[in-house]
């Protein structure tokens, strides 16, 4: 890289600022930095997390009053609902009589009617139908799943950082042929940003890198500064931390520039096997935004047209590393 953003001289306060395009051949290569050694250091470190056996799976605002929710964890089915008080329940997705999807019932209050023969699945739970431990954290809503997770559960997910308000939000949901390491280690490679996203990042430079030995909590993290682009010629320089608070979750959180304290937080949840026996993973991105700036609290008010802006970009971010973590998968597991 040419070092660091040339940036034009436009007035501090205002976030945009001009940089000096350059041809994307031109760019200095970055694979010299990039050492497979220190990335499969970090990733190695990332994975002896704890999870407390916590799963995300779904957008909190996804999962409503009126129909319950079908999704997949580590090959158990599942059922999500609210009830009246708006709490969230999570359990197995078949009916405990003869099977019935239970995400085709009926809600009723804390209670789900199976379609079928009409049993009441009680969230409370029964001697056949056991609900499973579950969180809502107003983002992104949980499930505690001890069978899979085989580590000491903990009473609530371990989260990283966020804003102290999380309203200006959104969350993408895709689906890969890969395991939750692959997507971990996509981004535990920030050295390909603006490589492989040239229409989002340029100016991407890595300041500080865990070790390749001895990774602990304090310096695990990544540190980069990078322009996001708007235009060819403008963008928004910021400087951000990658950090792995669990095992399947990976958050980048700008330290400083425009939106400080906003969160990407990216987390990897296995489905389990497809119908050709390899491994599927949901990724689930969770924007979070934050601002000091004054015409910020309008954003708020903009939430329905802002919200499908944040998830469009990050779906064509996201289409990219797909291709990378399915291709990191496919390399290993077929060398295997
Ligand atoms: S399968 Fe649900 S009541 Fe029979
Ligand atoms: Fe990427």
Redo the contacts with the bound molecule.
């Keep these: 890289m040419s070092g660091r953003a040339e940036f034009g001289r436009w007035p501090k306060n205002i976030p945009l600022q001009l940089f000096s395009p350059e041809e994307w051949s031109r760019q200095r290569p970055t694979h010299g930095d990039a050492d497979p050694g220190l990335i499969a250091a970090a990733l190695r470190w990332s994975q002896q997390r704890p999870s407390g056996n916590w799963y995300t799976f779904a957008a909190s605002r996804s999962i409503g009053r009126d129909r319950p929710l079908s999704t997949t964890i580590g090959g158990i089915e599942l059922v999500a609902w609210r009830d009246e008080r708006n709490v969230l329940h999570v359990g197995p997705g078949a009916c405990p009589h003869l099977g019935a999807p239970l995400a085709e019932a009926q809600v009723d209050d804390s209670a789900l009617i199976c379609r079928w023969h009409g049993l009441r699945v009680e969230a409370t739970g029964s001697a056949r139908w056991c609900p499973y431990p579950s969180y809502d954290d107003g983002v992104l809503a949980w499930v505690r799943l001890d069978a899979i997770g085989e580590q000491p559960p903990t009473d609530t997910p371990i989260i990283g950082p966020r804003p102290a308000d999380t309203t200006v939000h959104a969350v993408t949901r895709l689906t890969g042929v890969c395991e939750p390491r692959d997507i971990i280690a996509?981004?535990l490679d920030p050295w390909?940003?603006s490589w492989?996203?040239p229409y989002s990042f340029t100016h991407l430079e890595v300041t500080q890198a865990p070790p390749r030995h001895d990774i602990i909590e304090e310096n695990h993290r990544f540190l980069l500064t990078v322009t996001f682009r708007v235009t060819r010629r403008l963008g928004v320089p910021v400087e951000a931390e990658f950090t792995c608070p669990d095992p399947r979750t990976i958050v980048m959180r700008i330290v400083s520039g425009e939106g400080t304290g906003s969160v990407i937080e990216t987390h990897a949840t296995p489905i389990g096997p497809g119908p050709d026996g390899r491994a599927r993973t949901a990724v689930i991105e969770a924007v979070i935004a934050n601002s000091e700036r004054q015409g910020f609290r309008h954003a708020r008010r903009v939430l329905p047209v802002l919200r499908p802006l944040m998830t469009h970009a990050a779906t064509r971010?996201w289409r990219?590393?797909m291709a990378?973590a399915e291709r990191r998968y496919q390399l290993r597991t077929h060398r295997r």
């Design positions: 996509n981004r390909h940003g492989l996203h971010l990219d590393d990378y």
